[in-house]
């Protein structure tokens, strides 16, 4: 016997069988025609229409009970519905992978969610920063993250945005806290006087675990990290910004004025900006010093030179002394310098022999490896005769074509590098720059930079136009050359053209490369 397909309780036919009422015993052309007039029906059709009336009303009461029935039903199947997909859902989050990860991986994916571009890095007290937030996701995630202290060791408080001195100062113990004794790395910055700033004292607390420091803030302010003198046992890197104008930079003769960074066992990174003579401002340990960034005037930059005997690395800018009407310290040689970046800002005043001229005029190499200038304004000089024979990688980058008479200069200085591997420089393709190309052709001139297997030219025309002197140019050199790299690709002539031909055949295997690292 099949089964049946009616509900036990409403009777409901699964397959169609719905109950069905039958209206009177009429023709559906004589029950039209009694609905659109007033005329009676016949006495037959009166008692007709009145059993209709009185069975209706007994199957309506009927049908509205299986109604009930079936609304009681369906609410159940919909309250199943919603628990078995709550079930499902359950089940999902239970077997995700994620859940899978082993609790080290985990710390390691949160630390990746760290900002560490000092452009675009959230302020640590800001509800959205990332260990506040994975803190809060659920209660495994905040047990990972709380028990990592790596996620609370980068510290980035800006004091401008601080209302609320009690919250902040609450957020900032337990950064301190979940931190353990792990390094700190701190960038701080404020405009405003950070004197008698609660938060400022507990900050403060934790200096013997700094190792990178970059404050940005007003000068004076700078007397408030007096008080962690002679803590700053781990302190490696430091940077300092003021954001007022210092007052008027004091002489040689005058005490530094800031010594907290004084006793600083491990600094060997310095690096300042609007800190004129940084060296009689700021007493550091600077014979410790391997890597130096600054923005000072070149008879700074002599005396810095005189006190770091172990630097390795610096990158300066160079600007105009004419301001401290005193003469240059005479010429010093620095047998540790082995990478210097120089560049001279557009906006500022520029000697006219060049700012960075000046400086490589009174500062010897001899074991400089790396050579950067950029220059940000067109009056561009270049150093001729610098001792550098050592030297293997050359940058020059500026924004215009380079004239005529520093491209002599460059020449000069590239007669003098023997050891040269890696040039690279900002070039027009203008035939006011073949003097260069011709320069540097093998063929013509087979002592300059005789070394050298990689040349990179950042064009900065548009459509360069390839001429055949520079096609001569890395014909002479290609046996020895391991990369020509282009910004941009030249501007064919139109074909026939054996130039073409010369050129495709010099691009074959990779060896021209195209845009920039």
């Known amino acids: 016997m099949p089964a049946s397909v009616h509900c036990p309780k409403c009777d409901y036919n699964q397959q169609g069988d719905s109950p069905s009422f039958h209206g009177p015993d009429l023709a559906a052309s004589r029950f039209d025609e009694l609905l659109k007039s007033n005329s009676p029906p016949l006495q037959a059709e009166h008692v007709d229409l009145e059993g209709v009336i009185r069975e209706g009303h007994i199957f309506l009461s009927g049908l509205k009970g299986r109604i009930t029935q079936t609304r009681a039903v369906l609410e159940e199947l919909l309250d199943e519905e919603r628990r078995v997909e709550s079930l499902v859902e359950s089940c999902k989050k239970i077997i995700r992978p994620i859940r899978g990860i082993p609790e080290d991986i985990v710390r ?16 640590s007290l800001d509800g959205k920063s990332p260990p506040l937030v994975l803190s809060k996701v659920c209660r495994h995630w905040r047990s990972v993250a709380v028990s990592t202290p790596q996620l609370w060791s980068p510290l980035s408080l800006d004091f401008d945005r601080y209302r609320n001195a009690k919250a902040c100062l609450h957020l900032l113990q337990i950064y301190l806290l979940r931190s353990g004794t792990q390094d700190i790395t701190l960038f701080l910055h404020s405009t405003k006087a950070l004197s008698n700033n609660h938060v400022v004292t ?18 004076l302010s700078l007397h408030e990290f007096s008080a962690v003198r ?3 046992y781990r302190l490696n890197r430091l940077r300092v910004e003021f954001t007022d104008d210092p007052p008027a930079s004091p002489g040689p003769q005058v005490k530094p004025k800031f010594d907290a960074f004084e006793y600083a066992p491990l600094l060997r990174s310095f690096s300042h900006d609007t800190v004129f003579n940084a060296i ?8 410790q010093l391997i890597d130096y960034t600054g923005m000072d005037w070149t008879s700074s930059y002599i005396e810095m030179f005189k006190l770091t005997p172990n630097m390795e690395s610096v990158s300066l800018h160079c600007e105009d002394d004419s301001v401290l009407d005193r003469p240059l310290p005479p010429s010093f040689f620095h047998h540790g310098l082995r990478r210097l970046r120089v560049h001279e800002e557009a906006g500022v005043n520029v000697l006219s ?13 001899p074991a400089l490896e790396s050579l950067s200038m950029a220059y940000q304004h067109p009056h561009i000089r270049i150093p001729s005769s610098p001792r550098v024979r050592n030297l293997r990688t050359l940058s020059i980058n500026a924004p215009c074509t380079i004239p005529a008479e520093a491209l002599t200069d460059l020449l000069s200085l590239l007669r003098t590098t ?10 027009s393709m203008s035939p006011e720059e073949n003097v260069l190309l011709l320069g540097l052709n093998n063929n013509i001139n087979p002592g300059v930079v005789p070394g050298l297997r990689s040349l990179t030219f950042r064009v900065l025309s548009k459509r360069p136009v390839l001429s055949s002197v520079f096609v001569d140019l890395v014909e002479s050199r290609r046996t020895w050359w391991e990369t020509l790299r282009l910004s941009v690709p030249f501007v064919m002539p139109p074909p026939p053209d054996a130039l073409v031909d010369r050129w495709a055949e010099l691009c074959d295997g990779g060896f021209v490369l195209y845009g920039m690292e």
């Open 353 to 365: 022999e060049g700012g960075i001229v000046l400086l490589l005029s009174h500062i010897e190499c």
């Open 280 to 287: 009689h401002k700021l007493n550091i340990p600077w014979s």
């Open 230 to 232: 002679g803590t700053l």
């Open 202 to 219: 507990v900050l403060l607390s934790s200096a013997p675990r700094w190792v990178d420091i970059h404050i940005s803030i007003p000068f």
């Open 418 to 427: 023997p050891s040269l591997t890696h040039l690279s420089m900002s070039m």
């Open 108 to 123: 390691q994916i949160f630390l990746t969610c760290l900002d560490t571009d000092e452009r675009d890095i959230k302020d």
